[in-house]
């Protein structure tokens, strides 16, 4: 079993910023190193799909956005601290959203949520104003 706990989430204005932090670790699975997967974030907002955020490789080295998040939201990784974050600018009400981290098994990305095993329990983003 792998863990992962989101972070960061909250009530923000239109405009605004947030910054959203996943912490991994492997529970029972000890010989799963979160560090050479791929990681990915996700949301879902309420009464829609859940759809794919951004993704990035194992070492960071190349990062996935969807259109809608393309130019304002920046992915990025810790190894060492085993953990993902999900820098958010100019926010808009249609990002409100439960946003969840997700982690693969394998080195590269991916935008198909169903290529990934593991997922945190969400953290709410709301932009309200």
């Known amino acids: 079993q792998v863990h992962l706990v989101e972070s960061g989430g909250g009530l923000v204005r239109p405009g605004g910023s947030l910054r959203l932090s996943c912490a991994a670790s492997?529970?029972?699975?000890?010989?799963?190193?979160?560090?050479?997967?791929?990681m990915g974030w996700f949301r879902q907002a309420a009464g829609k799909e859940r759809e794919f955020v951004a993704s990035i490789q194992w070492n960071g080295a190349l990062a996935s956005y969807s259109d809608f998040v393309q130019g304002r939201f920046t992915i990025s990784r810790d190894n060492a601290k085993k953990s993902v974050y999900l820098q958010m600018s100019s926010l808009n009400v249609e990002d409100t959203a439960i946003y969840y981290c997700?982690?693969?098994?394998?080195?590269?990305?991916?935008?198909?949520?169903?290529?990934?095993?593991?997922w945190g329990q969400g953290t709410q983003v709301t932009v309200s104003s």
């Open positions: 492997a529970v029972t699975f000890s010989s799963y190193d979160i560090s050479n997967v791929a």
């Open positions: 997700a982690a693969r098994t394998t080195q590269s990305d991916s935008s198909y949520d169903g290529d990934y095993a593991y």
